[in-house]
């Protein structure tokens, strides 16, 4: 069971350059999560999805774009990447919340390092 | 807006101690809290998650408390060992399904 996969793990990019990164999860999990995480922060939400055909901003949706076609593949776009985007990239994903409150973890992938230079 | 803060920031330990690690929040209103456990360089692991209902959860030497009336959990480790050297998060998850995460501890065990 692979659970959530990213690809790449590592990237340099050049200012102004565009990239996708990759996530897929092989749980069928309906939820999936982008965050990103600066040196010795938390982690903070860019955008997430509810299932196929839905997503959401989170709280720094900014300079990026997420599409979800099938219940497997998240992508995050960078479409002109800034120095500011130098980050590591979590993808997640997680069986749906029910109205009562009960949730199942989040399950995370390890990771895409990013540098923009 | 919901924030979440950890403390200490750091902490270095002798193998066998027990300690706890301190976690946060500033709006009760939450569905869940999660403990996360993160290796360097690697994503993360869920350790124990609460549900706002309950007070406290246990896995093997972890143990996870919660008082959503004052904002607080801690995560207590027994025994400790070097391989608990890690940093750990906390996050609570709010409405819209948004997680929130505090800036982690990073914990050192020393054999």
């Known amino acids: 069971n692979a659970g959530v996969t990213q690809t790449p793990k590592f990237r340099i990019l050049k200012i102004g350059q565009s990239m996708t990164l990759q996530c897929a999860q092989d749980m069928n999990h309906n939820y999936m999560y982008w965050y990103r995480q600066d040196p010795g922060m938390g982690l903070k939400l860019i955008y997430y999805?509810?299932?196929?055909?839905?997503?959401d901003k989170g709280e720094v949706p900014n300079g990026y774009n997420v599409s979800r076609s099938t219940t497997e593949d998240f992508p995050l776009r960078l479409e002109l990447a800034a120095p500011s985007q130098t980050s590591v990239y979590f993808c997640?994903?997680?069986?749906?919340?029910?109205?009562?409150?009960?949730?199942?973890?989040?399950?995370f992938g390890d990771g895409t390092r990013l540098s923009i230079l | 807006k919901q924030e979440v803060t950890q403390i200490p920031a750091a902490l270095s330990v002798p193998e066998g101690e027990n300690l706890v690690l301190n976690c946060s929040f500033t709006?009760?209103?939450?569905?869940?809290l999660q403990w996360f456990r993160q290796d360097p360089g690697k994503g993360l692991t869920s350790l124990l998650l609460i549900q706002s209902s309950q007070r406290e959860q246990t896995s093997g030497r972890l143990n996870a408390s919660l008082d959503k009336s004052s904002g607080r959990s801690t995560l207590y480790i027994a025994a400790s060992q070097p391989g608990d050297s890690a940093t750990y998060l906390c996050a609570v998850l709010t409405s819209g399904s948004r997680l929130t995460f505090g800036e982690g501890t990073q914990l050192t065990v020393n054999p």
């Open positions: 709006d009760s209103a939450i569905y869940n």
């Open positions: 997640a994903s997680s069986y749906s919340r029910s109205p009562q409150g009960g949730n199942q973890p989040q399950h």
């Open positions: 999805s509810v299932g196929a055909g839905i997503t």
